[in-house]
């Protein structure tokens, strides 16, 4: 018996270790883009790898061994997340191998993969060059959640043309150690599409993949010989977690977002500009998380209530990367993640300059002299710069064109430490026409040194923070309805409702009128019962800005009540700037620093005798003096809102304890707030809570002293028939939205 109980606890064990989540040592994802070297033939390819490591992010340190072709990537603009927990880094590099490669690559301490591949060398029949294996593109980790099904497609690529297939990896033929198949993970081959089921513990799970290129041949054509002409690794992770919402709720790429698998064109020196938006109905996007090429510049992140943005730009220099080059994005909440979306940059090859070719960089422009004998079937009045206005000469013998730094649509663009201007001449043909004849495409670019670089063109920044809002503060306070600062408002209020049911979309509000008529008789005299320790029923919720610039508006995106100061237990009050029930309504104002919401209190979560809330919030400039900032419960919301706007950080304000029964008046005290020059007087709050706040580039860290005297009560209270102010305090400050603009 003793012996039988023991193997069943082996079994178990066994078990739990075959269906658990993989070893937390193997990367997070990687791929390996491979280009065959044409000086011995094939026999060996530069293997251009890509891998996301978990933070803490590993250094590069032991990849290159001395002697060895192999070069880093270090960049200055690391790709790294952090979602899912506890978040990840990317890790380039690149390193001469033979074309059929096994080994085990170590990145730091906690990090270590086995990388397989077949790459040739495979001579095609039909061009006589050798066989390029297929690009994979690599996505940010995965994330998905239990009971959710999802798919999850792979972005692949083959510049011969070729069609790719995905396989799970074999252990039996070495292209992976140890790499379990997972019954809740489906791989349709011809797609290359995984699907997640959503029969799986919450827990990280590692996917090993091949892929593949074949020569595409017709489905009636019948072929014996199946075998593909190269394997390369994928690796790939999930991450499953708990969730309680829809699994429908995951933001949505909209606006310019470019489209799943485009690829974009890139002449050397140009500059590749992408603009990616999501709308997250549920929760605000924290992140968006991005795997691209090194030095690829992602500037101007906002998530302001559902909306989100990020723009991105890379300029093609004088790189050793591989001709296909994929940029992977999806934008992370707290709990949910977009589908993963990739584009491609494709480095156009450029032929050798004929002989005699001359372009000189003076101070003020270019000029070029380019031999006609070298534009054989060129029609040379059909060449153009990128400006019509700049005339190009021609005679029998050469062609010559000056070429203004500051027009003729030349473009300026930074590379490295170098100030680069380019044009372009290229054949240009009405749209009417088709032609057979072969067109002219030729990158012109003057490289200046950044030592030699004079004036403000070389780098132009925004305003910061600071100096377009000033030094700002936020606080909460609560007041008895007709009581307060603005009074004045909430005597005899204009309300609206913010409340969306859950079952419909966003709507637009009812207009003040609509909304004051409708909702008659939510005055200060139902606030309270009357009598001391009877229950509140309504409470107003303020939130103050100090900031007093014209047009600075702002904007409420959330707002979380507790009945604990840690809010380890929550409910929503605001979410994406509308009320999660129509027990909050808004009060109207005619100033665009403050805002107040109505609470009905026998309605909220919170039933005990206090509360806390804790809300995250913005300022915002419309750049037009005919524009608004986006209101966030509206249908109108897009995301051209947030291109034309400019926001400060997003803060984290968080109220003192809140009375929610009527209690005794109190000594007179003051609240005071970081970094302000006001101080909040009321006669009826118990505390005096005086926070000091320091700022970095991304983080205010706030300490709170609770100062009053010995015989006060340490909570704030709503008193009877009188007001009550609640101190609030920034705790964090999430992302920078005045972005600095690079003249690349």
Same mark, same amino acid.
């Given at each position: ?5 023991? @193997? ?19 990367? =997070? ?53 952090? =979602? ?24 730091? /301490? ?211 990367? #591989? ?9 992370? #909440? ?18 050798? =300059? ?30 153009? =710069? ?13 062609? #010559? ?37 072969? /067109?002219?495409? @030729? ?211 968080? /109220?003192?304890?809140? /009375? ?85």
């Amino acid at each position: 018996m003793p012996h039988r109980f023991t @193997l069943s606890i082996l079994v178990q064990g066994l078990t739990l270790l075959l269906l658990g989540p993989a070893c937390e040592a193997s990367s =997070l994802g990687l791929t390996v883009h491979v280009v065959p070297l044409d000086v011995d033939g094939g026999k060996t390819v530069r293997a251009h790898f890509s891998a996301i490591a978990p933070s803490p992010c590993p250094a590069l340190s032991g990849l290159c061994a001395a002697g060895e072709d192999c070069l880093l990537h270090p960049t200055s603009l690391p790709f790294q997340g952090s =979602l899912p927990s506890p978040g990840w880094c990317v890790r380039q590099w690149q390193k001469t191998v033979p074309s059929n490669y096994n080994a085990s690559v170590t990145l730091g /301490s906690n990090t270590e993969f086995y990388v397989s591949m077949r790459a040739g060398p495979k001579v095609r029949a039909n061009s006589g060059r050798l066989n390029q294996p297929a690009s994979v593109a690599l996505p940010p980790p995965l994330r998905a959640r239990v009971n959710c099904p999802h798919h999850f497609y792979l972005s692949v690529k083959d510049v011969d043309g070729d069609k790719v297939r995905c396989r799970f990896a074999r252990p039996d033929q070495g292209e992976c150690l140890g790499c379990a198949r997972h019954s809740f993970i489906e791989l349709e081959e011809e797609k290359c599409m995984l699907t997640f089921t959503g029969k799986a513990p919450a827990g990280r799970y590692f996917i090993h993949l091949m892929a593949e290129d074949h020569i595409p041949v017709p489905k009636t054509v019948h072929i014996t010989d199946t075998s593909p002409l190269s394997s390369v690794p994928v690796h790939l992770s999930l991450t499953v977690e708990e969730s309680t919402s829809s699994c429908s709720d995951e933001p949505v790429a909209t606006g310019e977002t470019p489209t799943e698998d485009s690829t974009l064109f890139v002449l050397p020196y140009q500059e590749v500009k992408l603009d990616v938006n999501f709308m997250s109905q549920l929760e605000s996007v924290s992140e968006v998380a991005v795997v691209g090429p090194p030095e690829l510049h992602r500037t101007g992140f906002k998530s302001v209530g559902p909306l989100s943005a990020l723009s991105m730009a890379w300029v093609r220099s004088q790189n050793n990367l #591989t001709r296909l080059l994929p940029i992977c994005f999806a934008a992370n #909440t707290q709990s949910l993640q977009s589908e993963p979306r990739c584009v491609w940059l494709y480095q156009r090859e450029m032929r050798t =300059l004929p002989a005699g070719t001359e372009l000189k960089c003076e101070k003020t422009e270019m000029s070029l002299v380019l031999p006609v004998a070298s534009l054989s079937n060129i029609k040379l009045d059909e060449l153009q =710069l990128n400006s019509p206005t700049c005339p190009v000469s021609y005679n029998n013998t050469h062609l #010559t064109a000056r070429i203004s730094l500051s027009s003729c649509g030349t473009k300026t663009v930074h590379s490295g430490s170098e100030l680069v201007y380019t044009n372009t001449l290229q054949s240009v043909r009405p749209y009417t026409v088709v032609s057979r004849q072969p /067109s002219l495409i @030729l990158p012109l670019a003057c490289r200046i040194p950044g030592a030699q670089v004079k004036g403000p063109q070389y780098k132009i920044n925004m305003p910061t923070e600071k100096e377009t809002f000033g030094e700002v503060t936020f606080w909460i306070e609560f007041h008895l309805p007709g009581e307060g600062p603005l009074a004045r408002f909430t005597r005899i209020p204009r309300l609206r409702s913010v409340y969306i049911p859950p079952v419909q979309m966003r709507r637009v509000v009812r207009s003040p009128s609509e909304s004051n008529s409708i909702f008659a008789g939510s005055t200060n005299s139902t606030s309270s019962s009357g009598g001391v320790g009877s229950r509140i029923k309504q409470l107003d919720l303020h939130v103050f800005s100090n900031c007093s610039v014209d047009r600075a508006e702002l904007v409420v995106s959330n707002c979380l009540e507790s009945e604990t100061e840690d809010f380890a237990v929550s409910s929503p009050i605001l979410e994406q700037g509308c009320a999660t029930s129509n027990s909050t309504l808004e009060v109207i104002l005619t100033q665009s620093n403050s805002k107040i919401y109505r609470l009905d209190l026998s309605k909220l979560e919170a039933k005990g005798s206090t509360m806390y809330v804790q809300c995250t919030v913005n300022l915002c400039i419309a750049t037009m003096p005919s524009q608004k900032c986006p209101d966030l419960c509206t249908r109108s919301i897009n995301h051209r809102m947030l291109v034309n706007s400019v926001f400060t950080k997003t803060y984290t304000i968080r /109220s003192g304890p809140v /009375s929610l029964v009527v209690t005794e008046s109190a000594p007179p005290t003051t609240a005071n707030t970081a970094n302000t020059a006001t101080t909040a007087t009321t006669a009826t709050t118990a505390t005096t809570a005086t926070t000091a706040t320091t700022s970095t580039t991304t983080t205010a860290t706030t300490s709170v002293t609770n100062t009053s005297a010995a015989q006060n009560a340490t909570t704030s209270h709503a008193p009877q028939q009188a007001s009550s102010v609640a101190a609030g305090v920034i705790l964090t400050t999430v992302g920078v939205f005045l972005q600095n603009v690079f003249l690349y």
